[in-house]
């Protein structure tokens, strides 16, 4: 854990370009490990979504407890039900969104089960002072120093300055290549610009399957309550 107290004033305010796409689905369960077929499922309607930079697909999640700092392992076949409430979520530029809307209707074949695309709405990105990522690729045999330090550092190259971060749990997405390991991670006391950079550009790799999408978090006290 990174923790440094700050009490920086917000500065000038930047417009976002990202917005996230969120399709009602008819699904009732998937297996955990899904983000590689639900990627390939997507690839077919959008051919261009792994080469435009910053596109995610964020995870498809089922209940968690902690207050979301722990889910099912995403390896080893576990299943995650879904309510009706979940939604397939895009992260994509705005000029795209005509393509993504069109998937409305549509018919996703994911690991033996199916989803069925229906209408969607629009969530603009937020300018939240704390930002969780469900998941950020980690680096092989790369402790939790490690992983903090290289976080820093490419949050550097985006000119974003965070004094608190926290790593959650780990856990692994299956991949042609093998397990891809993957930690959950908190940031917290961002300016307003930086929040926004944060979430236009992500953090690291595998946007496409579901990892350096940051969403906006409540509160980071029930967090430090986990940790303690």
């Keep these: 854990m990174y923790?440094?107290?700050?009490?920086?004033?917000?500065?000038s305010k930047?417009?976002?370009?990202?917005?996230?796409?969120a399709f009602r689905m008819q699904c009732p369960c998937l297996p955990a490990d899904h983000s590689w077929p639900?990627?390939?499922a997507i690839e077919k309607y959008l051919p261009w979504f792994p080469d435009e930079q910053n596109t995610g697909i964020h995870a498809i999640h089922g209940a968690e407890?902690?207050?979301?700092?722990?889910?099912?392992?995403?390896?080893?076949?576990?299943?995650?039900?879904?309510?009706?409430?979940?939604?397939?979520?895009l992260r994509i530029p705005s000029e795209r969104l005509d393509q993504c809307a069109a998937m409305s209707g549509k018919t996703l074949k994911i690991a033996g089960t199916t989803i069925e695309l229906g209408s969607y709405s629009l969530r603009a990105i937020k300018p939240t002072s704390t930002l969780l990522a469900r998941r950020v690729?980690?680096?092989?045999?790369?402790?939790?120093?490690g992983f903090l330090d290289r976080v820093n550092n490419e949050l550097a190259h985006l000119n974003v300055t965070v004094p608190?971060?926290?790593?959650?749990?780990?856990?692994?997405?299956?991949?042609?290549?093998?397990?891809?390991?993957?930690r959950r991670l908190l940031l917290a006391d961002l300016?307003?610009?930086?929040?926004?950079?944060?979430?236009?550009s992500g953090l690291g790799?595998?946007?496409?399957?579901?990892?350096?999408?940051?969403?906006?978090?409540?509160?980071?006290?029930?967090?430090?309550?986990y940790t303690s």
């Design 164 to 182: 608190k971060l926290l790593p959650g749990r780990m856990s692994g997405i299956t991949t042609p290549d093998g397990l891809l390991e993957v």
């Design 38 to 40: 639900l990627f390939k």
């Design 3 to 11: 923790w440094q107290e700050s009490d920086r004033p917000d500065g």
């Design 205 to 225: 790799e595998g946007r496409i399957l579901g990892c350096g999408l940051f969403v906006p978090h409540k509160s980071i006290a029930p967090v430090k309550q």
């Design 14 to 21: 930047i417009a976002p370009c990202m917005v996230d796409i």
């Design 65 to 89: 407890s902690n207050n979301g700092w722990q889910r099912p392992s995403e390896v080893g076949g576990s299943i995650i039900h879904l309510s009706k409430r979940v939604r397939l979520v």
């Design 191 to 200: 300016r307003v610009e930086d929040s926004i950079r944060v979430q236009e």
């Design 137 to 145: 690729v980690t680096r092989t045999n790369e402790d939790e120093t």
